[in-house]
C-alpha cells in the first residue's frame, strides 16, 4: 500500500517548455488535490477534484490543466512554463468526505529556467 | 478570501523548551486541521479539531480550537529535536478547498 505517489521527483524546465506531472492513489479515495509550494507562503491549492470525472479551480489555477484520468490518477499540465511556476507540487488525497485528513505524495521539485 | 495566518513564521529554542504556534482565520472554520512538515518531506497530518473550544493532546503535543472557531494552537511542551520541521494549520472554505497557513518553522537547537 504506497498511498500517494507522483512522478518525478525532480524536474528542470526551459521556459515555454511542456510538462505533465503525475499522481496516483491506491487508497480509493474520491477526491485529489494539486498544492504549490513556494517559501513563505505555505501550501496553495492550484486544482482538484471532487470526484472522478470532475474537476475544479483552486486558489491558483493560471498556467495549469489537470485531468482526473480515472479514480486513482490525477495528472498536473503545465503547457508552457514560466519562472514563477518554480516551486514544489504536491497531489494530496483527503480519507474521506469533504474535511478529512489528507495524504501527500512525496512531492515534485520543479525549476523553471 | 479566506485568509488563514500562523504566527510566528520561525521560532528557534533550545531543546526542553516550549514551543507555540499561532493559527488565525478571517473567516469561521467549520474544522482545522494540523500538519507537520519535515525538512525536505512532506505534511503529515497530525489532527482535526471540530468543535468550539475543542482541546486535544498527543503525548507532548497540545492543540486548541477557539470558541470562535477563528483561531488555534498548537502547544509543545519540552521540545526534542525529533519536533523539528514546520507546522502548518489548515482549513476548509465553503467549497471543497482548503486553505493552509504560511506555517511555522521550528528549529531546536540541542
Known amino acids: 500500500n504506497a498511498g500517494v505517489t507522483q512522478t518525478p521527483k525532480f524536474q528542470v524546465l526551459k521556459t515555454g517548455q511542456s510538462m505533465t506531472l503525475q499522481c496516483a492513489q491506491d487508497?480509493?479515495?474520491?477526491?485529489m488535490y494539486w498544492y504549490r509550494q513556494d517559501p513563505g507562503m505555505g501550501l496553495r491549492l492550484i486544482y482538484y477534484?471532487?470526484?472522478?470525472?470532475?474537476?475544479d479551480k483552486g486558489e491558483v489555477p493560471n498556467g495549469y490543466n489537470v485531468s482526473r484520468l480515472n479514480k486513482r490518477e490525477f495528472s498536473l499540465r503545465l503547457e508552457s512554463a514560466a519562472p514563477s511556476q518554480t516551486s514544489v507540487y504536491f497531489c494530496?488525497?483527503?480519507?474521506?468526505?469533504?474535511?478529512?485528513?489528507?495524504?501527500f505524495g512525496p512531492g515534485t521539485r520543479l525549476t523553471v529556467t | 478570501g479566506q485568509q488563514v495566518m500562523q504566527i510566528p513564521q520561525y521560532q528557534h529554542v533550545q531543546e526542553g523548551e516550549d514551543f507555540t504556534t499561532y493559527c488565525n482565520s478571517s473567516?469561521?472554520?467549520?474544522?482545522i486541521q494540523w500538519y507537520k512538515q519535515r525538512p525536505g518531506g512532506h505534511p503529515v497530518f497530525l489532527i482535526q479539531?471540530?468543535?468550539?473550544?475543542e482541546v486535544k493532546k498527543q503525548k507532548r503535543l497540545t492543540f486548541q480550537f477557539g470558541e470562535a472557531k477563528k483561531n488555534s494552537s498548537l502547544h509543545i511542551t519540552a521540545t526534542q529535536t525529533t519536533d523539528v520541521g514546520t507546522y502548518f494549520c489548515?482549513?476548509?472554505?465553503?467549497?471543497?478547498?482548503?486553505?493552509f497557513g504560511t506555517g511555522t518553522s521550528l528549529t531546536v537547537i540541542p
Open positions: 494530496a488525497s483527503p480519507k474521506g468526505p469533504w474535511g478529512y485528513e489528507q495524504y
Open positions: 487508497m480509493n479515495h474520491n477526491s
Open positions: 477534484s471532487a470526484s472522478e470525472g470532475t474537476t
Open positions: 473567516t469561521t472554520l467549520s474544522n
Open positions: 479539531l471540530v468543535k468550539s473550544g
Open positions: 489548515a482549513g476548509p472554505n465553503t467549497g471543497n478547498q482548503f486553505y
